[in-house]
């Protein structure tokens, strides 16, 4: 009988050529779909942030409803009978699922000295700050290293920054904005930072409440505790301004020089109280009528302008920097020129 043979079967392995190619085809594949997947994250993180201006807006609406006027961008609404003045933000709390914060602001003493802690914040009782971090008051794209205080991203329509008090000769006017200075003067100050005490309600809002701006981000705002209009409020400029401050006060304008993410720079000045985010392209923003929009970083500045004054009947047109007034005051904004 002839001898079987057995036949050796080995198994051929990746040559290393092969290996490189399998690994290419991967990395291009994977660079193709990171930005993808960044992009649905980015995306996630804007509707979050539309979703949480969108929910502030409605405290102010709430407030607004029961109080028959929309609060001051500060003011002494937080109890009645006291003479501090307390932040809008402070004062929509009830409105905002934050009545226990709210309540316990209310059982500050009356002596200003207790009432205002650093950089002109109202003194939390206890001097625990991590008590009044709030995520819903931030957006998801510019959250602090650490939740350790009342930071805020949203800021409400202040109209234009007012000398502290305003002077005779510069008036605070009712529709150069939503919310102004309403806070009364502190037992014996010599230097008053009273304010005219106007108040806009839902029937002095002529504009077009969904052509008015109520909030917008801003990436620079401080403390919701704090009361200086810079810190938690968006404003207007009038002409004259120099060419770096121009390009600052625009939407997602930026000083590379000054500009410092969370913790925000703490000497932050009027020019930079604008919308900024870090949104491609633009800002959300909510309007008086509840909605939600993205506000383009490219909008013209007298849109932007017009977008912050409520009435045109009752507004400092001159200082739009138009030469006829008439101009300003018959101005019509279209959507197309800020969505």
Known sequence: MAP??????????????????????????????????????????????????????????????????YPGYRGNQLRERNVFDAPWTVMVLPYKEGQGIYERFQNLTNQPAANVGPNSQLAWPGGNTEELYRADFICPDNLPNRPDNAWTSYCINSGRPMPVPPTGNNPEKRGDGLCHDTASPQPGASNSRQGQRIFNTPDTVTDGKSQTILLAENIQA???????????????????????????????????????????????????????????GGVNIATLDGSTQFLREDVDYEVYRHLLTVSNQDMSADLFGDTNANNVLNRVISDGEFR
């Open 4 to 69: 079987t043979t057995k036949r050796r079967s080995s198994a051929r392995g990746f040559t290393l050529v092969e290996l490189l190619v399998v690994i290419t085809i991967i990395g291009m594949l994977m660079s193709l779909l990171l930005p993808a997947i960044n992009a649905a994250q980015a995306t996630a993180r804007q509707r979050v942030c539309q979703s949480q201006i969108r929910d502030l807006a409605l405290a102010v609406i709430g407030y607004a409803s029961a109080k028959s006027k």
């Open 222 to 280: 401080q403390f919701y505790t704090d009361r200086d209009q810079k810190y938690h409020t968006i404003m207007w400029h009038p002409r004259g301004g120099t060419a770096q401050q121009e390009a600052l006060r625009k939407v997602n304008g930026r000083d590379p020089a000054r500009y410092t993410p969370y913790p925000p720079d703490l000497a932050i000045n009027d020019d930079e109280a604008r919308p900024s985010g870090y949104h491609a």
